[in-house]
């Protein structure tokens, strides 16, 4: 399923943005003053509130100002990966789920967007936070994304087709699909669909239960790079604290996340809190002798 072509990178004119300033040359997808290849990059922090039975909330740091009109912490973080995606950075944080059920959850998304697809869009700007009503029920999704979905186009029209999707797309950014895909049929699901180089952060709230999902997946080949780890406890930097903290690149999530809990997600692989890593991308050929590394 996945494509089998070079993605072609093409990086919009500054001119044509109206971006967060940087200093960045940004004629094409390679800065030859830094010698860096630009992508976007994210940032995403979660409580966790499936495997931990604190009262509370944690001493984290990307979600103690989860509340603030502006989070330092996040903005300072996303800020290290600047590099990937010069054409602007926003930085969103708050909580979703309920509180007297146990569900209710800190978050916080930041994103550095290498803009290639409706570019001149400031709606196409990561983190994405949509609200879809699903079977009668609504539902709140956030998403982070690093990279480029080949049939976008298709994902979405199979929804109207096949679904009866109501719901009109806010840009043409092909990342956005995701969302779409996410709320109607799950992130699994949705993983499997996209044919593209990507890595992407979900938290989706289910507002009628208060129900709260954290999903996180690579593509097949793994051309996008994610990374996670277990917080750290801000006061202590010594003690396992209850949350996430996912990134594009390790050096983000120094000081954040508790060194021997740093994972990186597998190429074709999915995780959520309740499963642990799952390899959704296992074709007969990938398992045939012929194609196997040793």
């Not at 010698?35 to 984290?60: E, N």
């Not at 989070?71 to 995606?85: A, Q």
């Not at 604290?241 to 983000?252: D, M, Q």
Request: glycine share 8%; proline share 3%.
């Amino acid at each position: 399923m996945f494509a089998k072509k070079a993605a072609l990178v093409l990086l919009a004119s500054s001119a044509n943005v109206a971006a967060f300033s940087p200093n960045v040359n940004t004629n094409s997808a390679f800065n030859k003053k830094t010698s860096q290849r630009l992508m976007c990059g994210l940032v995403a922090a979660i409580d966790d509130i499936w495997t931990s039975k604190t009262v509370g909330f944690d001493d984290i740091a990307l979600l103690n100002d989860h509340d603030k009109e502006t989070n330092e912490v996040l903005e300072k973080t996303s800020h290290i990966l600047y590099h990937r995606g010069p054409d602007g950075m926003t930085c969103s944080s708050g909580s979703i789920g309920q509180e007297d059920s146990g569900s209710k959850a800190r978050w916080a998304m930041g994103h550095t967007r290498l803009a290639i697809v409706d570019p001149n869009n400031r709606k196409a700007d990561m983190p994405f936070q949509l609200d879809f009503e699903v079977d009668g029920k609504m539902k709140k999704v956030k998403l982070a994304a690093n990279g480029e979905i080949y049939n976008h186009e298709k994902v979405y029209a199979d929804l109207v087709a096949d679904d009866g999707w109501e719901h009109e797309r806010i840009s043409g950014s092909d990342c956005e699909v995701i969302a779409h895909s996410f709320a109607r049929h799950g992130g699994a699901a949705t993983a499997a669909k996209l044919d593209g180089m990507f890595a992407f952060v979900v938290f989706e709230e289910d507002v009628e239960t208060g129900t709260v999902k954290a999903f996180a997946a690579r593509d097949p080949v793994g051309i996008k790079p994610l990374y996670f780890g277990r917080a750290l406890n801000a006061n202590t930097e010594s003690t396992d604290a209850s949350g996430y903290v996912f990134s594009s690149e390790l050096k983000a999530l120094v000081g954040h996340v508790v060194p021997a809990s740093v994972t990186a997600i597998p190429a074709g692989h999915y995780w959520t809190p309740e499963e642990g890593m799952v390899c959704y991308f296992n074709p007969d050929w990938l398992r045939k002798v012929r194609y196997s590394v040793f």
